[in-house]
């Protein structure tokens, strides 16, 4: 079964998994997951001894599976990130230019108005708030505001051209603003599936390793394959099992 089947498959009960039991990754993914496959194909020759202590080899049967889903679920989460990343780069680049111009109308707009209290008392509500989506709207109404008095705007030697390149800015910044925000919502959203993803390969993982511990505690040919690899090069002190709670 591909990981992506894994996924879907086990997707119900990941998501059934309640924030207070969730687990943070203390190593990298890739190499908790093809740790727990190689426990998968190591504890096969010990069904007899684990299932005496009271192992449920359904455990060790659904190792695959909850492996595959964790996988999928690293790789959905990175997809999300790098998306993400991409927006909030393309945001940085191009916003500067943006509230430039918004600032550039702002002032120009306030001179062609100075004498008309009205447009003025508007450009100033416009000129309101300095936030990213401020910005946009910003754009968008002065790019009506303008094009509304023409004449005025004429008269100082303002380049029409501009309004409509405000708008043509609005659109595009509110559709970028709109993806970033959209894409950290989907990278929260992606990163606390990957964290139950983990947890649930975990449960099973460290179940079978406390069970192989017990049971081969005399026999350390065997015991070192209830051991983490990761734990024993990196030399922690901490035990392997503990986690941080979400």
Not at 12 to 26: D, E, G, H, T, Y
Not at 86 to 109: T, Y
Request: with cysteine.
């Amino acid at each position: 079964m591909s990981t992506t089947n894994d996924y879907n498959e086990l997707l119900p009960v990941i998501r059934a998994i309640k924030p207070n039991q969730v687990l943070i990754p203390s190593m990298p993914i890739d190499v908790f997951v093809q740790e727990a496959e190689d426990l998968f194909h190591w504890c096969l020759d010990d069904m007899q001894e684990l299932t005496r202590v009271g192992l449920l080899w359904d455990v060790v049967i659904s190792l695959p599976a909850r492996s595959g889903a964790c996988r999928e679920a690293q790789s959905l989460w990175i997809k999300e990130r790098n998306t993400s990343q991409e927006a909030e780069s393309n945001w940085k680049v191009e916003a500067p230019a943006a509230f430039d111009l918004r600032d550039e109308l702002l002032h120009q707009f306030r001179f062609a108005f100075r004498n008309n209290e009205g447009l003025l008392a508007r450009v100033d509500e416009i000129a309101q708030g300095n936030t990213n989506a401020d910005m946009v709207q910003d754009l968008n109404d002065l790019a009506v505001l303008g094009k509304a008095n023409t004449a005025l705007l004429t008269v100082i030697g303002f380049d029409l051209t501009l309004l409509d390149r405000a708008a043509d800015v609005a659109d595009r910044m509110g559709d970028l603003l709109g993806a970033t925000n959209g894409e950290r919502k989907s990278v929260s959203e992606a990163m606390q599936l990957r964290d139950k993803a983990y947890t649930y390969l975990k449960l099973a993982v460290d179940e079978i390793r406390e069970c192989g511990k017990f049971v081969f505690w005399r026999n350390p040919d065997r015991l070192k394959g209830y051991i983490s690899d990761y734990w024993k090069t990196q030399k922690k002190s901490v035990p392997e099992k503990e986690e941080t709670s979400a």
